[in-house]
């Protein structure tokens, strides 16, 4: 299989592995077709930032992503966004919350992130996890500022309860998500895990 990630209409059997889809589904209709929608996003872009391929290769299917956010909201949306027409309609969803979800997983792309400066580790929340927030608070019909603010906050929680959660996993991709503003106390074990790491 290609990076480029292939469409798909059944966004429910995509999110049923999700810890979120009990509460996906008992959605009204139209709420749960869209959030289904912005987890197969968000799963399909993940998918080229994780997956094995060259750097090259994963930054282009990031970038043809880029493209065909920006077909949508021009009004030709691609065979793979067109279902998303009617909900990004209904429920105003941003442009920039899209590419922005595209811009943090391409933050692991160019390299492996390794103990990242605060600044950093805040904007990659902000793109992958609090972006997430902006277009799911969106589609629940939260008051705007309110909206914003508790994806600012929960989106941060989130990710850095993931990121602690899975240190492990992400020292055996040579990734550590810990700033290096706090990483002193990071096991001599993690840190072994990194370095031996051979790079992708």
């Known amino acids: 299989m290609t990076l480029e990630a292939v469409a798909t209409t059944n966004y429910g059997t995509t999110a049923s592995g999700s810890s979120f889809y009990a509460a ?11 959030m289904f929608q912005i987890y197969s996003f968000c799963r399909q872009v993940d998918d080229i930032a994780d997956s094995h391929g060259p750097r090259e290769e994963r930054l282009a299917a990031l970038q043809k992503w880029r493209d065909d956010i920006d ?4 009004g030709q949306p691609p065979a793979r966004l067109s279902d998303y027409v009617a909900s990004v309609k209904r429920f105003d969803l941003q442009r920039a919350d899209f590419l922005a979800i595209v811009d943090g997983m391409e933050m692991d792309v160019p390299q492996d992130i390794r103990a990242p400066d605060l600044a950093t580790l805040d904007l990659y929340c902000d793109r992958v996890a609090s972006a997430v927030g902006r277009l799911s608070v969106r589609v629940f019909g939260l008051p705007q500022e309110d909206g914003i603010l508790l994806a600012h906050h929960l989106g941060r929680a ?22 290096r503003e706090r990483s002193a106390p990071v096991s001599s074990r993690v840190r072994a895990r990194i370095l031996k790491r051979p790079t992708r």
């Open 24 to 34: 996906m589904r008992i959605l009204p209709r139209e709420q749960r077709e869209a």
């Open 71 to 74: 077909a949508l909201y021009r």
């Open 158 to 179: 989130l990710q850095l309860t993931n990121i602690l959660r899975d240190i492990d996993e992400d020292a055996a991709l040579g990734r550590l998500y810990l700033p």
